[in-house]
């Protein structure tokens, strides 16, 4: 099983609504990434979780909380947020995160709307 | 972060070769070349990944300059499937925690069109 499973593919919320973002990997990986894509735009680094530690924030605001339960599983709290947050939320897994020549696998993505 | 420069666009034939440039004129020693790909609709994929040999899998080869300021993703005979956007990426060797060096970071990209 190589996959990456994102949930749901399409969100779409208020400004004052709270949401998760959920994805989940069962190849034994312990590195876990978000990273947010705009239209036609590259994917963008947020977060990075080595061994459910949360090991970078790429300067995110506080209206995205990331949370890692388990080594299986991350999740992407959403309070408050603002039209321009809507994007394709991605989210990755590496065997571990150190390891430079490790392959990044990437789920389909969460289409996220903010009205 | 080192950078990349690739072309916005390229277009291919099916069922011919495609080069796939990329130049990092400020590639330090001990950084590896990354490309992956992120098909219509889809999440990035990996294709492949260098340090200064050439390589090849079961998806592509990458063909690293002597000086690695550049580099060149080969596609045998494109495909319809292979229409996609193409990432070159450096990916530091020095990572350190809570530094952002090593991480996956892409670029532009190059927006590569197959036609039947």
């Known amino acids: 099983d190589t996959e990456v499973t994102q949930t749901p593919k399409h969100l779409v919320m208020g400004m004052t609504n709270k949401k998760s973002l959920k994805c989940e990997q069962h190849m034994g990986h312990r590195a876990m990434y978000w990273y947010k894509q705009k239209a036609k735009k590259p994917p963008e680094l947020m977060f990075v979780?080595?061994?459910?530690?949360?090991?970078i924030n790429e300067s995110v605001p506080s209206r995205f909380s990331p949370e890692c339960p388990n080594s299986s599983l991350l999740n992407l709290h959403l309070h408050a947020l603002q039209p321009e947050d809507s994007a394709l939320y991605l989210c990755a897994s590496s065997q571990v995160y150190v390891d430079v020549t490790g392959e990044l696998f990437f789920g389909e993505g969460s289409r996220l709307t903010v009205l | 972060d080192a950078k990349t420069t690739q072309p916005n666009s390229m277009e291919s034939n099916e069922e011919e070769p495609v080069h796939l440039p990329c130049n990092h004129s400020t590639i330090s020693g001990t950084d590896y070349i990354h490309w992956y790909r992120q098909l219509p609709s889809q999440g990035p994929e990996y294709v492949i990944h260098g340090l200064t040999s050439n390589v090849n899998n079961r998806m592509a080869s990458l063909a690293i300059a002597e000086d690695r300021k550049s580099s060149t993703l080969i596609l045998h005979r494109a495909t319809l499937r292979d229409a996609a956007v193409y990432y070159c990426?450096?990916?530091?060797?020095?990572?350190?925690?809570?530094?952002?060096?090593?991480?996956?970071?892409f670029g532009k990209g190059t927006k590569l069109s197959v036609k039947p």
């Open positions: 979780y080595s061994y459910e530690k949360l090991s």
């Open positions: 990426i450096l990916r530091e060797t020095n990572m350190n925690y809570g530094g952002s060096q090593g991480n996956l970071i």
